[in-house]
T-cell receptor, first 111, second 118 residues
């Protein structure tokens, strides 16, 4: 069956460091991958999208990589700040209207 | 521009009761979705509506029904609530441009409805 894995354990990093979050998938050939941010008590908010033929995408302090051979996406936040503390979700879609979400990784940036 | 709105924000039901969760979007989007989010399970798709007049089952449709009332509104109904339906429910919408590649578009989520079934 199709499966998406994100590190379920919280990631704690020091302010100013680079946070790296991982999204792995199996039995899947996604056309694209998205990353969302979710704060407690709120709905997810879109951050970045990367297509299957793209290796890397950047937006300000955010960077996403997509390796379809390894079936993995990495999400980086450089110069992290306490305000970056949240849960980050990855989502895949194989080429349909349906989206498959990972369970999310909780990031805590320590001041 | 309110985006995606959901009502109610919080609800407590007894087993066997019914209720309808309301969702509306003011972005003129064609596609709308209902998800549930449970600890350790992530967001799971219940139903979606690719366009006005169509609905399709997602990953976990059992125990739910939906109605795409018009382009703006997409409701989720629990006919006979069960404790297993205790969850946070999110509605989302997507532009869904005709002739475009739907999977390239992002989703916009509502604030969620927290449902507790006793």
């Amino acid at each position: 069956s199709q499966k998406i894995e994100q590190n379920s354990e919280a990631l704690n990093i020091q302010e100013g460091k680079t946070a790296t979050l991982t999204c792995n998938y199996t039995n899947y050939s996604p056309a694209y991958l998205q990353w969302y941010r979710q704060d407690p008590g709120r709905g997810p908010v879109f951050l970045l999208l990367i297509r299957e033929n793209e290796k890397e995408k950047r937006k300000e302090r955010l960077k996403v990589t997509f390796d379809t051979t390894l079936k993995q996406s990495l999400f980086h936040i450089t110069a992290s700040q306490p305000a970056d503390s949240a849960t980050y979700l990855c989502a895949l879609s194989p080429r349909t209207y349906k989206y498959i979400f990972g369970t999310g990784t909780r990031l805590k940036v320590l001041a | 521009n309110a985006g995606v709105t959901q009502t109610p924000k919080f609800q407590v039901l007894k087993t066997g009761q019914s209720m309808t969760l309301q969702c509306a979007q003011d972005m003129n989007h064609n596609s709308m979705y209902w998800y549930r989010q449970d600890p350790g399970m992530g967001l799971r798709l219940i139903y979606y509506s690719a366009s006005e007049g169509t609905t399709d089952k997602g990953e976990v449709p059992n125990g739910y029904n939906v109605s795409r009332l018009n382009k703006r509104e997409f409701s989720l109904r629990l006919e006979s609530a069960a404790p297993s339906q205790t969850s946070v429910y999110f509605c989302a919408s997507r532009k869904g441009t005709s002739g475009g590649l739907p999977y390239q578009e992002t989703q916009y989520f509502g604030p969620g409805t927290r449902l507790l079934v006793l």
